[in-house]
């Protein structure tokens, strides 16, 4: 009911199914107080009679009175259980019926005198706080007449104190106090009540925008208590994980990734834990960890992001193959058309040639111009690493006719190289892409190494995380220690007439294809680098 409403114009013809049950529920109580009160006045006078005050005017109608109270209120239990009248009918009644039974218990025994009228207190102020409209004051109103018309009936038939009026008076107030004080708090909880929902609807869609924004980012987030139990989790960190959350159950750290309970628990010792990236064990991915403390009242713990390096290094990539692509088409147009003719002309003077001074000169600049378009040709081999084509690539059939083929171009022994495969080594890689990788790799490695039986191995095993992994080693001299940084930067080279691309390239490649190329340090000497496939 609104406030300021007239009471009869109450909202008979709605469904009483669509009342919120909180209201219900009020009325319910309300009831159960009335059947409660009448119980007690039946037991009183039943088992101690004349010996109390109640009923000392006429005590058979006290009883009686008190008898139809509870049958009353037991029917109206009945009626709130079968949600029928509506809430404000039911509360109406109610509140009726207990101005009427008070008025004949206070004329039962001794008007106004017996203070019993102090009753209709406690009704006022339920139906103030149940109804919350100005219909409390109506019922203010009533009590006030009953109270009047019952100590006016006693003045002129029994002939009460006529001073009595004032205590009649008195109570009249109270009515009315109890009344709208009653309605502003019940005006003020539905005010209180509106706020609340409406902030609770507030923070509902916050929630849930939260909700879809985490589950959509291309970030891994877990949300993970002091014991290293997952409470939240994304979609993300399913797919970087290579692991999926059951719907019920406790899931901790440990089952789910061991490397991140690891780092858990090192960054739980010291919060200035920097993060790092790590290689998740059963996807194989990289990601690098974020950790950021929670805190708030009955929980304590952790959010944890999974930041997906391939797709960081995929975006800087596509940067990286804009420019190229520009790159390339100039390099092509401005820099090989020239060495071509300068290569030609160069030839040309060779054939009639006789100065062996000019001889030399001639040969340094078809060198040097060999030198520039073998730099060229490798800067324009970058701008195929976003068309690979991967396919199923059994390592132990294509390794020895590598070997074979590497041999003879570049007229060594087959002996130098000694190849080991597991049986059943697959990978998922570009046939033309994993040639390249490999020709740079054990060139390298034919370079620097003792060209002795066995110099240079290609061993294949799955590591622990059962991640197919290639290794190219040499028995040279290594790298060392101040050029490791440097080893994959494009144009930076220690070998006379290098372009300093061929490393470059091969992890570009690598990476292309779900790979990592990775140059492992040795204690023995000689340089190793691994290439670790994806699934």
């Not at 987030?221 to 290293?228: A, K």
């Not at 797709?311 to 520009?326: D, M, P, T």
């Not at 095993?461 to 994959?488: C, H, I, K, N």
Request: charged share 15%; aromatic share 8%.
């Amino acid at each position: 009911m609104q406030d300021g409403q007239p009471f009869f114009a109450l909202q008979t013809h709605v469904n009483p199914a669509s009342v919120p049950e909180d209201l219900w529920r009020s009325i319910s109580l309300f009831n159960f107080y009335r059947l409660i009160l009448g119980a007690l006045f039946v037991f009183l006078v039943s088992r101690f009679g004349d010996s109390l005050s109640f009923g000392s005017s006429n005590l058979p109608l006290f009883f009686r009175a008190s008898i139809v109270y509870v049958v009353l209120a037991l029917i109206t239990q009945l009626t709130i259980k079968l949600r029928r009248p509506h809430p404000n009918w039911q509360l109406a009644l109610q509140v009726g019926t207990d101005i009427v039974y008070v008025t004949v218990l206070s004329h039962a025994s001794g008007g106004i005198q017996s203070s019993l009228g102090m009753l209709l207190l406690v009704s006022l102020a339920a139906a103030g706080l149940i109804g919350r409209g100005k219909i409390t004051l109506f019922f203010a109103a009533l009590a006030t007449l009953a109270a009047l018309f019952q100590h006016s009936y006693e003045v002129l038939t029994q002939g009460a104190d006529i001073a009595q009026y004032v205590q009649t008076g008195l109570l009249s107030t109270a009515y009315f106090a109890v009344a709208w004080v009653s309605h502003t708090l019940a005006k003020y909880s539905l005010a209180s009540e509106k706020l609340a929902a409406k902030r609770g609807t507030d923070l509902a869609n916050m929630a849930e925008a939260n909700r879809l924004v985490i589950q959509d980012m291309p970030d891994g987030v877990l949300v993970v208590d002091e014991w290293g139990m997952v409470r939240q989790h994304n979609h993300s960190a399913e797919r970087l994980l290579g692991y999926t959350f059951p719907a019920t159950g406790s899931i901790t750290l440990d089952d789910c990734a061991p490397v991140l309970a690891k780092q858990f628990a090192i960054w739980r010792q010291n919060h200035t834990y920097r993060s790092e990236v790590l290689r998740l064990s059963v996807t194989g991915r990289q990601a690098r960890v974020h950790f950021l403390s929670v805190q708030r009242e009955g929980f304590w713990g952790a959010v944890l992001f999974l930041e997906d390096m391939q797709r960081v290094q995929a975006q800087a990539q596509q940067i990286k193959l804009a420019a190229l692509g520009r790159l390339t088409a100039n390099i092509a147009h401005e820099v090989r058309n020239p060495l071509s003719s300068i290569s030609y002309a160069t030839e040309l003077l060779q054939e009639g040639g006789r100065d062996p001074a000019q001889m030399r000169l001639l040969k340094i600049i078809l060198d040097n111009t060999a030198r520039l378009n073998r730099i060229v040709q490798d800067v324009m081999q970058l701008n195929r690493r976003d068309r690979a084509q991967t396919e199923s690539l059994r390592l132990a059939d294509i390794l020895p006719g590598f070997v074979v083929k590497l041999c003879q171009s570049e007229h060594v022994m087959q002996e130098i190289f000694r190849v080991e495969v597991e049986p059943g080594s697959v990978v998922n890689f570009d046939r033309g892409h994993l040639d390249q990788v490999l020709w740079n790799l054990c060139c390298n490695a034919l370079r620097y190494c003792r060209k002795q039986a066995g110099s240079v191995k290609l061993r294949v095993w799955r590591s622990v995380e059962g991640m197919p992994t290639l290794e190219v080693a040499d028995d040279g001299y290594g790298v060392a220690a101040e050029a490791v940084q440097q080893l994959f930067e494009p144009f930076v080279t220690t070998a006379a007439g290098g372009s300093g691309l061929g490393l470059y390239i091969a992890r570009e490649l690598c990476e292309a294809n779900g790979a990592a190329l990775e140059y492992i340090p040795q204690t023995a000497g000689g340089a190793c680098f691994h290439i670790v496939f994806g699934r």
